[in-house]
């Protein structure tokens, strides 16, 4: 794994996820100044400081947690800078570390959201194409049923069916109908 110590936040050059052979072997590039660097990390609340000679770090004791490191520029005992770098997501995987730089395992959370939020929304699209299909299903059966009564109304002779408009008297069961209703409601009463 690589790791390249600029202004700001230092990234690790990676393709998450890493599985890391024990120990972590860092091939670390600084900046050309006099003096030593150290790679600094805090691991589930232990510290370690270790050398960085010749680009080259060997991270030992990683187990799963949040690895927060730093590098630190120093001359004799003074630290003159220290550059921060991004947490590095460890994860036990049946005894080998798996290791995801922060920034990617944000990454990969968000895919995972997006994902989630697509299948989600196709999921809701057809419970309301079913729905709208149900709907006009229920419709349309009314609208049949709706004839047949009318038919039924005006062909019985007992019940003294005055002439009623199909429309009036799907009012009086309580729909509204639209013209291709109407003409529907006025076909099965020919039917009939």
């Given at each position: ?124 699209q057809t419970l309301a194409d079913e729905v709208e299909t149900y709907k006009q299903q229920s419709r ?36 509204e109908l639209t013209e291709t209703e109407k003409a529907t409601v006025l076909s099965q009463k020919e039917?009939?």
């Open positions: 794994m690589k790791l390249t110590v600029t202004e700001g936040t230092s990234l690790y050059e990676s393709n998450a996820p890493y599985i890391i052979q024990k120990p972590l072997i860092l091939q670390v590039s600084v900046p050309p100044k006099t003096g030593d660097f150290f790679y600094c990390t805090e691991l589930n609340g232990r510290t370690k400081q270790y050398y960085i000679g010749n680009g080259k770090v060997e991270v030992r004791g990683l187990e799963a947690g949040v690895l927060h490191a730093s590098v630190k520029h120093c001359v004799g005992d003074i630290v003159v800078r220290e550059y921060p770098v991004e947490d590095l997501i460890l994860k036990d995987l049946d005894g080998s570390i798996r290791a995801t730089p922060e920034v990617e395992a944000l990454r990969e959370a968000y895919e995972a959201v997006q994902a989630a939020l697509k299948k989600e929304a196709r999921e809701r349309e059966q009314m609208v049949a049923l709706v004839g047949y009564a009318y038919a039924a109304y005006q062909g019985d002779i007992a019940l003294n069916a005055k002439e009623l408009p199909a429309d009036e008297f799907a009012r009086v069961v309580g729909m039917k009939f």
